[in-house]
């Protein structure tokens, strides 16, 4: 089976550009996660789906962060407009259920650099 | 979910045995133990868990404390490949799937 496919796996924009960063979960997954990484504040999950809908999006910084599952192998996470400190690797995993016992699988990641 | 405590660093020569420990005094009882790493440029990699029985499987092996207050993560012969943060994670069974990472042990294998 494929892992979970993150594209692009780079990407470098200009202060006040749309970002759009793409996700495929592993099929047969019913969860789907954002996260984001920074060297000052580690891994931080920023929303979370549960079978397309968002579940849990305290983590996502302000308004200019939006995400979107269309159905069960696609989602976006989209910076508009994108700032210079939003410059961090943004991973997605995906895993079957939720709950204790469960693991998640992540993605290879973005790298997102906003000059 | 519960806090977890790590070392900061470790250092391992390689195909030597690792012990990388966990200290997790708040432990509920229910709490699952999971490990995740994350090698360089890559992202998290799920490694093991458990609940209160030592578990092994083809990565690694989970020791846990009998009063589950503390856990070990144990790679019998460390490579080059093991070189990575390794996560020490709490998680409830009604955990709705978020994993709540710290800063980890970053693991140095000398060759």
């Known amino acids: 089976d494929a892992g979970v496919i993150q594209s692009p796996r780079h990407e470098v924009t200009e202060m006040g550009q749309e970002v759009t960063l793409r996700c495929k979960p592993i099929?047969?997954?019913?969860?789907l996660f954002w996260y984001r990484q920074t060297m000052m504040r580690g891994l931080e999950l920023l929303i979370y789906?549960?079978?397309?809908?968002?579940?849990?999006d305290s983590g996502m910084p302000e308004d200019r962060f939006s995400a979107k599952m269309p159905n069960a192998s696609f989602s976006t996470l989209k910076i508009q407009p994108s700032e210079p400190r939003d410059s961090a690797v943004y991973f997605c995993?995906?895993?079957?259920?939720?709950?204790?016992?469960?693991?998640?699988?992540f993605g290879p990641g973005t790298r997102l650099t906003v000059t | 979910d519960a806090k977890t405590t790590q070392p900061n660093s470790m250092e391992s020569n390689e195909e030597e045995p690792v012990h990388l420990p966990c200290n997790h005094s708040?432990?509920?009882?229910?709490?699952?133990i999971h490990w995740y790493r994350q090698l360089p440029s890559q992202g998290p990699e799920y490694v093991i868990h458990?609940?209160?029985s030592n578990v092994n499987n083809r990565m690694a092996s989970l020791a846990i404390a009998e009063d589950r207050k503390s856990s070990t993560l144990i790679l019998h012969r460390a490579t080059l490949r093991d070189a990575a943060v390794y996560y020490c994670?709490?998680?409830?069974?009604?955990?709705?799937?978020?994993?709540?990472f710290g800063q980890g042990t970053t693991l140095q294998v000398k060759p």
């Open positions: 995993a995906s895993s079957r259920l939720a709950g204790g016992s469960y693991e998640q699988y």
């Open positions: 099929s047969g997954h019913d969860y």
């Open positions: 789906f549960n079978n397309n809908v968002p579940i849990d």
């Open positions: 708040t432990i509920s009882g229910t709490d699952y």
């Open positions: 458990g609940l209160t």
């Open positions: 994670i709490l998680r409830a069974p009604s955990n709705t799937g978020k994993l709540i």
